[in-house]
């Protein structure tokens, strides 16, 4: 299932079934981040966040909903699910720049530089962000 991020033009969150939208916590916080990356890019129009909730056996989610995304924007995906740390297929680096997982195994590192896992070009550990329990999200 597919939503927009009110008021970010430029974000999408894709949620697979085994997720729940309404039980998302991380929702407040993806989107500060969102506004903040918009504010640091100059050319944000060419930037495209997708935000994906979903196990790596449902990356298929991912690729049907982003199938008309266009080449002419840096894709950028964030990956919120999948705790099992699995590395996408190469299907999802074809389609984005950039992936930011949350969950990642270590030992699947090909190379450690100055201390940080490299995984694969492309791929980066995206470290969970706060989340908002007192708050009623909105998007």
């Given at each position: ?10 974000a999408?969150?894709?949620?697979a ?5 309404e039980?998302l916590?991380e929702?407040?916080s993806?989107?500060k981040?969102?506004k903040e990356?918009n504010?640091l ?6 930037f495209?966040?997708?935000i994906?909730?979903g196990?790596?056996q449902e990356e298929?989610?991912?690729l049907?909903e982003?199938?008309n ?5 840096i894709?950028?995906l964030f990956?919120i ?5 699995y ?7 074809v ?11 270590n030992?699947d590192a ?9 995984f694969r070009p ?8 706060t989340?908002?329990l ?6």
């Amino acid at each position: 299932m597919i939503y927009k991020v009110e008021d970010i033009s430029n974000a999408t969150i894709i949620v697979a079934p085994s997720y729940k939208f309404e039980d998302l916590l991380e929702l407040k916080s993806l989107k500060k981040f969102c506004k903040e990356l918009n504010t640091l890019l100059q050319n944000r129009e060419y930037f495209q966040f997708y935000i994906f909730w979903g196990r790596i056996q449902e990356e298929n989610v991912l690729l049907d909903e982003t199938l008309n995304s266009s080449k002419e924007n840096i894709n950028i995906l964030f990956w919120i699910g999948d705790e099992e740390g699995y590395i996408p297929s190469e299907n999802v680096f074809v389609r984005f720049n950039y992936v930011f997982k949350v969950h990642l195994k270590n030992k699947d590192a090909i190379e450690i530089k100055n201390g940080i896992n490299i995984f694969r070009p492309g791929l980066y550990h995206f470290p969970l962000l706060t989340i908002f329990l007192s708050q009623r999200r909105s998007l």
